[in-house]
T-cell receptor, first 115, second 114 residues
Framework: EPEVTQTPSHQVTQMGQEVILRCVPI?????FYWYRQILGQKVEFLVS????????KSEIFDDQFSVERPDGSNFTLKIRSTKLEDSAMYFC?????????????FGPGTRLTVL | AQSVTQLDSHVSVSEGTPVLLRCNYS??????LFWYVQHPNKGLQLLLK??????LVKGINGFEAEFKKSETSFHLTKPSAHMSDAAEYFC????????????FGKGTLLTVNP
């Protein structure tokens, strides 16, 4: 069964460093998303991406964040200058176009630890 | 605005007994509703989805959920708990239309005792 994959599974970085989290969505899906879950808190929407542009973003998704689909298979989340409060589990998701667009399939997550 | 309230942060049941995880939602539109499960150190797995076709929705692993518009509820049930059901369960709402953002509840941790 096709699945969303994410790398790395765990990333440790120093405050102020740039990190790139990588995702490979399900191959025929056209909508891509990032969510995050700070320890002990809700899963929160960050951004959605369709047709090579951001379709919606939350207030969390400020200028420090960017997303990119650099090729036909990868979808990345970049944090330019990490802060301690960026420590969280980051989930990538994808969905297909059509009736089931709102059915999102999630990857296993990347745990980001900012020291 | 849409929101989801999961009424219990922790539910503990014995193996073989029924499971009830409660969820209430708030949405200005006809929402799509989902239950996702997260096993320890794993990603979010879709259990089931409601989209107005039928009020009783069957999902994987014997779970089902009933949409009750009058009560704005979407409770998750299973007749007989299994040890492998121990996990965190999230009730999720989507506005649908052209807005595909998912709004998550805080989650309910299900513990299954032998």
């Amino acid at each position: 069964e096709p699945e969303v994959t994410q790398t790395p599974s765990h990333q440790v970085t120093q405050m102020g460093q740039e990190v790139i989290l990588r995702c490979v969505p399900i191959s025929n899906h056209l909508y891509f998303y990032w969510y995050r879950q700070i320890l002990g808190q809700k899963v929160e929407f960050l951004v959605s991406f369709y047709n090579n542009e951001i379709s919606e973003k939350s207030e969390i998704f400020d200028d420090q964040f960017s997303v990119e689909r650099p090729d036909g298979s990868n979808f990345t989340l970049k944090i330019r200058s990490t802060k301690l409060e960026d420590s969280a589990m980051y989930f990538c998701a994808s969905s297909e176009e059509g009736f089931s667009t709102d059915t999102q399939y999630f990857g296993p997550g990347t745990r980001l630890t900012v020291l | 605005a849409q929101s989801v309230t999961q009424l219990d942060s922790h539910v503990s049941v014995s193996e073989g007994t029924p499971v009830l995880l409660r969820c209430n939602y708030s949405s200005s539109y006809s929402p799509s509703l989902f239950w996702y499960v997260q096993h320890p150190n794993k990603g979010l797995q879709l259990l089931l989805k409601y989209t107005s076709a039928a009020t009783l929705v069957k999902g994987i692993n014997g779970f089902e959920a009933e949409f009750k518009k009058s009560e704005t509820s979407f409770h998750l049930t299973k007749p007989s708990a299994h040890m492998s059901d121990a996990a965190e369960y999230f009730c999720v709402v989507s506005l649908g239309g052209s807005n595909y953002k998912l709004t998550f509840g805080k989650g309910t941790l299900l513990t299954v005792n032998p």
